[in-house]
């Protein structure tokens, strides 16, 4: 219990802090002040966020799809601040151009992180950290595959031939690449909780947790530049339980 005592600690240290800021913000004139302390209420409330999912977590709370009183904003806390882009100039699939631009979010800013570079774990956890990005790369080929026959089947160019195939096809690539990413995700949730769960209970499982990630300046994603190792498991965590939330697949 005594790092769930430390995290309970320093949120409300945070929320204090939080609270000056917010009043220095709306109190300055200086506009170079006015943006170094918005980016700092910025950095407190991701930070706070975070906590505030370690704690859950420690206490066993799931993901769910209930709105609590003022927090709607919570649900997809992560997923809400991505940009939707069409994933081709074909494309005429919203879901599809949102769940490939948060794969592509994942693949920039934290499939990276999932080395030994940046996380240090035991043995057993170093081996099962090291299949995911394999993993993902095998996803992507399904990605592939759909774009090429979604393009062939849309194009006004080829519905001559399109008229031929069996454009079911396109749906079960489809269905494979979504069934495919959910577990996926499911499985890197789970990972995850083990990792910050035993954190949470004195473990040692993350050899290096205050650890803090130093991305180049030369990086365009640097979404995790700054955070701690268990600061930055505990967003993922919090976007895998996102994504999946958003595929709504159930369990079989």
Excluded: W
């Amino acid at each position: 219990m005594r790092r769930v005592c430390e995290i309970v600690r320093e949120i409300e240290d945070k929320k204090l802090l939080l609270k000056q800021l917010e009043g220095v913000y709306k109190t300055s004139l200086n506009s170079a002040q006015k943006k170094r302390v918005l980016r700092e209420i910025r950095d407190i409330k991701i930070s706070l966020r975070n906590l505030k999912a370690v704690l859950e977590l420690h206490e066993g709370i799931e993901g769910t799809d209930e709105t609590f009183p003022g927090e709607e904003e919570r649900i997809f806390s992560i997923l809400s601040m991505i940009k939707v882009q069409k994933f081709s100039e074909v494309s005429r699939d919203k879901e599809m151009d949102a769940v490939i631009s948060y794969a592509d979010f994942f693949e920039k800013n934290y499939l990276p992180i999932l080395s030994e570079y940046y996380i240090k774990l035991d043995f057993n956890n170093s081996l099962k950290r090291d299949t995911y990005y394999p993993r993902y790369m095998e996803i992507k080929k399904l990605l592939k595959e759909y774009s090429y026959e979604n393009e062939v089947h849309t194009r006004k160019e080829y519905d001559s031939i399109a008229s031929y195939k069996d454009k079911s096809n396109v749906y079960k690539i489809r269905q494979r690449y979504l069934l495919s990413l959910d577990a996926y995700f499911k499985d890197l949730r789970t990972f995850t909780e083990t990792l910050i769960s035993n954190y949470m209970s004195g473990g040692s499982i993350i050899m290096n947790p205050h650890d803090r990630i130093g991305l180049s300046e030369f990086e365009n994603d640097r979404r995790l530049d700054g955070y701690t190792l268990i600061d930055a498991l505990s967003e993922m965590y919090t976007f895998f339980d996102e994504f999946n939330r958003f595929l709504g697949i159930p369990k079989l």
